[in-house]
């Protein structure tokens, strides 16, 4: 049981090009999330599903393209890099379910850390 | 709407002494709240969390937080601190539906 993974763990882009970074979990979470994390802003979310095929917009989504094509896999595309998306991504991933049966509680891949120059 | 201040980015504390680190929180919902620790290049990690159970939970690694809904407060503490202590601590709001709120963080150092 890996948890929550996420694939490259380090990537330099130069200005334009684009890359697609990848999270699994092998949880059979319903829901997925991408954050990106910058110093002293905490944790910001770019994009998150709460089920295969569906995909919604977090606070910081420009620049930003997700696709959840399965259940366990949830893709985060960067079509044009710019600096400013220079940044340390987290995948995250809960089960489904509110109320008082469910905790809300995420689990975090380790990170994929991106430097746009 | 949700949100989350951590008061104060870095806390300095003797290994040994208490440990303390402030959240406050602000919810349109009763909240459920959590603490997550992160090591240097690692993800985070669920410290605990408060469910609307027990106002005090204790966590892993000999950490507690006490709810406070007078105070709006969710403030972590360990009363001795160890040097594998030191990492960064984020204050989590659920806002009951898809999303967590997180905090800035508070980076905690540990001096010999």
Same mark, same amino acid.
């Given at each position: 049981n890996a948890g929550v993974t996420q694939t490259p763990k380090f990537r330099v882009l130069k200005t334009g090009q684009s890359m697609t970074l990848l999270c699994a979990q092998d949880m059979n979470h319903e829901y997925m999330y991408w954050y990106r994390q910058d110093p002293g802003m905490g944790l910001r979310l770019i994009h998150y599903s709460v089920g295969e095929g569906t995909t919604a917009k977090g606070e910081v989504p420009d620049g930003y393209n997700v696709s959840r094509l399965k259940k366990q896999n949830f893709l985060l595309g960067l079509e044009s890099a710019a600096p400013s998306q220079t940044s340390v991504y987290f995948c995250a991933s809960r089960a489904a379910g509110t109320g008082?049966? !469910? !905790?809300?509680e995420q689990y975090f891949g380790p990170g994929t850390r991106l430097t746009v120059t | 709407a949700q949100s989350v201040t951590q008061l104060g980015s870095h806390v300095s504390v003797s290994e040994g002494a208490l440990v303390l680190l402030r959240c406050n929180y602000s919810s349109s919902v009763p909240p459920y709240l959590f603490w997550y620790v992160q090591y240097p290049n690692q993800g985070l990690q669920l410290l605990l969390k408060y @469910?609307? %159970? %027990? @106002?005090l939970v204790k966590g892993i690694n000999g950490f507690e937080a006490e709810f406070k809904k007078s105070e709006t407060s969710f403030h972590l503490t360990k009363p001795s601190a160890h040097m594998s202590d030191a990492a960064e601590y984020f204050c989590a709001v659920s806002d009951r539906a898809q999303k967590l709120v997180f905090g800035q963080g508070t980076r905690l150092t540990i001096n010999p």
């Amino acid at each position: 049981n890996a948890g929550v993974t996420q694939t490259p763990k380090f990537r330099v882009l130069k200005t334009g090009q684009s890359m697609t970074l990848l999270c699994a979990q092998d949880m059979n979470h319903e829901y997925m999330y991408w954050y990106r994390q910058d110093p002293g802003m905490g944790l910001r979310l770019i994009h998150y599903s709460v089920g295969e095929g569906t995909t919604a917009k977090g606070e910081v989504p420009d620049g930003y393209n997700v696709s959840r094509l399965k259940k366990q896999n949830f893709l985060l595309g960067l079509e044009s890099a710019a600096p400013s998306q220079t940044s340390v991504y987290f995948c995250a991933s809960r089960a489904a379910g509110t109320g008082v049966f !469910s !905790s809300y509680e995420q689990y975090f891949g380790p990170g994929t850390r991106l430097t746009v120059t | 709407a949700q949100s989350v201040t951590q008061l104060g980015s870095h806390v300095s504390v003797s290994e040994g002494a208490l440990v303390l680190l402030r959240c406050n929180y602000s919810s349109s919902v009763p909240p459920y709240l959590f603490w997550y620790v992160q090591y240097p290049n690692q993800g985070l990690q669920l410290l605990l969390k408060y @469910t609307s %159970a %027990a @106002t005090l939970v204790k966590g892993i690694n000999g950490f507690e937080a006490e709810f406070k809904k007078s105070e709006t407060s969710f403030h972590l503490t360990k009363p001795s601190a160890h040097m594998s202590d030191a990492a960064e601590y984020f204050c989590a709001v659920s806002d009951r539906a898809q999303k967590l709120v997180f905090g800035q963080g508070t980076r905690l150092t540990i001096n010999p």
